[in-house]
């Protein structure tokens, strides 16, 4: 159990049978009444924030992230499937569950996926990856005004901005948290 004063960036907490994660917290102490922890909080499964005061001798469950590292292999239009990198056992995810990951993903690529009760809630890509250039407009030579961008389609269909120099063909690296082209490779 822990108890809501004990709350800090990164811990995870169940409430009402739901994993979350503290965002943001302040102890406050108001000069009349009780002490209360303001806290901001993010369920795990849903993504959804959420803003509450908890008195600071609440408990809570500690909810048990567990987290590894595994391959992405391939994807049989349906589901996608991730390889565990020590146990070698394959595990199927639907689109819904790799939305947001799949689009800077490879085959064989690695990525991390967390895991609440045995069952798969957020595939993470690395953090930098380098993706060749399928699609792009070419460049007009001139045209350097500064911060200039046009929109390139990568090898997995992500869809990004870079500068007017990439063309296609070029191997681009990419900042997977902001989907940001960082420099070309």
Known sequence: MISASDFRKGVTFEMNGEPYVVLDFQHVKPGKGAAFVRTKYKNLKNGGTRE????PSDK???????????????????????????????TPLTYEEVEDAIKFLKENDNATIKFYHG?????????????????????????????VTKTATVETGAVIHVPLFVNEGDTVRIDTRTGEYMSRV
Do not use: C, R, W
């Open 119 to 147: 069952k798969p809630f957020q595939v993470d890509p690395p953090n930098f990856v380098e993706l060749q250039i399928t699609e792009t407009e070419p460049g007009v030579k001139g045209d350097t005004a500064s911060n």
């Open 60 to 90: 809570f469950p500690k909810a048990h992230i567990e987290t590894k590292e595994m391959q992405y292999l391939y994807s049989d239009g349906e589901l996608y499937y991730f390889m565990d990198n020590e146990t070698f056992e394959q």
């Open 52 to 55: 509450e005061a908890f008195n």
